[in-house]
């Protein structure tokens, strides 16, 4: 009698080590999964370029004209501002050239200096941290003048960023890994996922451990 009591006893540990497990696989896959598709942060970078130009010529509008050659200095990863300035121009209806001849207009890209970063893991529970908040910036030098008279219009450096959040699990995807510039350190954990989580688990897994090596004993 006492040994099926025991036996009893055994079969009652047994759900609670699998719910155990079970909530441990569910929070790890909810902080490895994610069906969302974010922007790269190459994108953003170049939205950043965009909405710089944007508000140039939502300022001054005698830069909207007919034709525009775009330029860099030569500098690595110029093409990044520079595809982002002639798509943007290009949808403005503006003819855009590589040199300065036959253009109105000469934008010269000086300088390009973007960054990434990622805020401290938030959100989830306590088998992970699920999320970040994310941060694409640009410093960009520009010079616009006329053509034809020399004008300087602009020779500024500007600055611009672009904030979301994300799914950590997510940033592998939204990096380039050909493109450093693109990358940046991961997410610090919170002290909960850091310690609370380990020792929760480990506690949780040596109280069944001794209940079940107990209940046999007896």
């Known amino acids: ?128 941290a699920s999320k970040t908040v994310r941060e694409v910036s640009v410093e960009l030098s520009l010079t616009i003048k006329n053509n034809f008279t020399n004008e300087i219009f602009v020779n500024s450096l500007f600055k611009s960023s672009l904030k979301d959040t994300i799914d950590i699990s997510s940033i592998e995807d939204v990096e380039n890994k050909s493109i450093p510039l693109t990358q940046a350190p991961p997410p610090q954990r919170s002290f909960l996922n850091r310690y609370a989580e380990p020792f929760l688990i480990l506690g949780a897994t040596g109280v069944a451990v001794f209940l079940f090596y107990n209940v046999r004993t007896k």
């Open 1 to 128: 009698m006492a040994k099926k009591r025991g036996i009893f006893k055994i079969l009652r540990i047994i759900p609670s080590i699998f719910m155990l497990i079970y909530f441990y696989a569910v929070g790890f896959a909810q902080e490895n999964s994610s069906g969302t598709n974010y922007p790269t942060n190459l994108l953003l970078m170049q939205n950043s370029v965009v909405k710089i130009i944007d508000s140039i010529i939502s300022i001054n509008k005698t830069l909207m004209v007919s034709t525009c050659s775009v330029t860099t200095d030569g500098f690595e990863y110029g093409w990044i501002p520079k595809q982002a300035i002639t798509g943007y121009l290009i949808g403005k209806g503006i003819h855009v050239y590589d040199t300065i001849q036959d253009s109105s207009y000469f934008l010269k890209i000086n300088s390009f200096h973007p960054s990434v970063y990622y805020g401290d893991a938030i959100g989830g529970n306590i088998f992970g």
